[in-house]
Every structure is written in C-alpha cells, then in structure tokens.
C-alpha cells in the first residue's frame, strides 16, 4: 500500500507539473498574440498618422505658394499702374502773374489771358492746368517755345512762323502744350497751314523751310544757334525691369523718363543735359530732346529714345542746341 500511495502521488505531482507548466505556456502565448495585436495596432496607427501629416503639408505648400502668386500679381499690377501714372506728363497747376517783359520774338499777343476757345469746364479749373487737348497746329508769327504755360518760364528755341506744332494739351490762360511737353501760346498759332515768305525768317537769306534742314556736310555748320552733328541711329527703349519684377523709369541722371523728352546718348558725345535737335522727329513731334540718360549698347552716334510702344530703328540728322 505504501508503495502505490507513493508512485500515485508522483504521478499526481508530474500531472501537476505539467498542467502548471501548460498554463504558464499558455499565457505567455497570449501576452505574445497580445504584444503583437498591440504593436501591429501601433504601426498602422502611425503611418496613419504620417500620411495625414504629409497631406498636411502638401496643402500648406499649395496655400503659401497661392498667397505668394496673389502677392506678386498685386504687386506687378500696382507697379504698372504706378508707372503709368509717372509717365502721364503733369503740369503743375499754380498760376503766377506776367512779371517779365516779352522778348521780340513776341507780339502783344502773348500776353493774353484768356483761350480762344475755352470750354465751361476748364473756365472752373486753375488757369494753368493743363486739359487733354490734340491738334495740329501751324505757327502764325514766330513764337518761343517755353517750358512752361506762361513768358516766365525759359525759352528752349524759337518756332518760326509756318511751322507745324503737334499739340497734346491746353491751358485755361491760352498756352498749347507741345508733343516735348513744352508750351506755345495759343493766339500766335492757327488751324491751317501758314504761307512763310523769305522775309519771315530770321535770317534774310534762308527760308523758314531751309531752317530746318541739315546742311549737306556735318561738323561745326550752324543754323539758328543750333550745331549739326551728322546722322545718328535712332533706336528706341522702354521701363526697365528690375530683378524683383518691377518697372523702372528713373534716368541716369535722376529724371523719371518721359516720352517725348527723354534720350539716352554717348555722354562723352552729348553731355548730360544737352538738348539737342532730330530733324523729322520720328515720334512725330518737335524734335526737341534732352540727353537724361546712358546705357551700354548707347555709344558714338547712336541715339536711345524713350518711348511707349515699339517703333522702327531709323537714321536722322542731329543738332546740337545751343
């Protein structure tokens, strides 16, 4: 008896052994299924998550870089219109009283105050503000040619009596302004061409038709004051884009550039400042310019205008005023 209570209790302690031994395998396979229930969870979760992020950041992108595009429109399309505005010659609109005496090329005329034709709407503005006014005009007398609407301002030359004026402007006290953004007076001026005589000129021997020809040879020739050159290349130049995207009008010399006056020349040719003469302007009008700016393809007998537009490089006879 004693030896089967004996061999049944070690059966019974193996017995127990293995069911110990059965459980504790037995949880640590579900502590295994469950680490990896919870890592495999885990790593959806986050390429969840980075996927999310990345759609984040690719719609934070297209939003700056639409707020940057919408910048940069607002700002190109202030600057036009900051340029445009530049470009616009403006008068100042102070009126100031005849204090000078006319010179001789000036009749009473000049004197005159009032328009020949004056509309109801100018007559309510200042006297010198100048209104949009095109026309061709025809001189009637010999006439100065001013760089502002009144006998105060400085004569740039003398226009004589037949010659054709393109006309951009008038003032309520009777001056027109000139395509160069100069001033003439009205009442010296007429609507039809003007028959010029041999004694009309101020040279007896030379018509006013032959005063605005070139001599047939270059170089120290005179005509009224005026210094012929010879035949420049005239080409043409516009705002200057800057390397932020926007539009400069400002010359060499610190003019803002203005259609009809401004040219950019050969500096060791024509000096800053000087004012010089295209005969047969090819903008179409006076002819008169002032050397305001430089650049590098601009060298010996090559004339820069600026203007608005494109235009076709041409040859023309220069003088040099003054």
């Not at 204090?99 to 100018?122: D, K, L, R, Y």
């Not at 010996?300 to 005023?321: K, L, M, N």
Request: charge should be negative.
């Amino acid at each position: 008896m004693k030896f089967v209570d004996s061999t049944l209790k070690d059966k019974l302690t193996r017995d127990r052994i293995r069911m110990g031994v059965s459980i504790f395998a037995v949880v640590v396979l579900n502590i295994l299924v469950l680490i990896g229930v919870y890592t495999l969870l885990d790593s959806k979760s986050r390429a969840e998550r980075a996927r999310r992020n990345a759609q984040a950041d690719v719609l934070l992108e297209a939003m700056e870089s639409a707020s940057l595009e919408t910048e940069q429109t607002t700002t190109v399309e202030q600057t036009v219109e900051t340029q445009s505005t530049d470009l616009v010659p403006i008068v100042a609109s102070n009126s100031e009283t005849d204090v000078s005496e006319p010179s001789g090329e000036e009749t009473e005329q000049e004197q005159a105050t009032e328009p020949a034709v004056q509309t109801e709407a100018e007559a309510t503005q200042d006297p010198n503000t100048v209104v949009e006014y095109y026309a061709v005009v025809y001189a009637s007398s010999d006439i100065n040619l001013r760089t502002g609407p009144g006998t105060d301002y400085d004569v740039v030359r003398v226009i004589h009596v037949g010659e054709q004026i393109d006309v951009t402007g008038r003032t309520g006290s009777g001056w027109l302004r000139t395509y160069s953004g100069n001033f003439i007076l009205e009442a010296n001026t007429s609507g039809e061409p003007v028959a010029t005589t041999t004694a009309a000129t101020t040279t007896p021997q030379t018509t006013a038709a032959a005063t605005t020809q070139a001599p047939s040879s270059g170089g120290g020739a005179s005509i009224d004051g005026m210094t012929y050159y010879g035949t420049c290349h005239i080409t043409y130049y516009g705002p200057q884009l800057r390397s932020d995207g926007t539009y400069s009008t400002t010359t060499a010399t610190g003019t803002t550039c203005s259609e009809g006056r401004t040219v950019a020349a050969d500096w060791s040719i024509f000096p800053s400042g000087t004012t010089i003469y295209i005969a047969n302007d090819p903008l179409g009008g006076d002819g008169y310019y002032t050397v305001e700016d430089m650049g590098p393809g601009v060298n010996g007998a090559h004339i820069d205008i600026f203007a608005e537009g494109s235009h076709t490089p041409t040859d023309c006879e220069v003088y040099i005023v003054g």
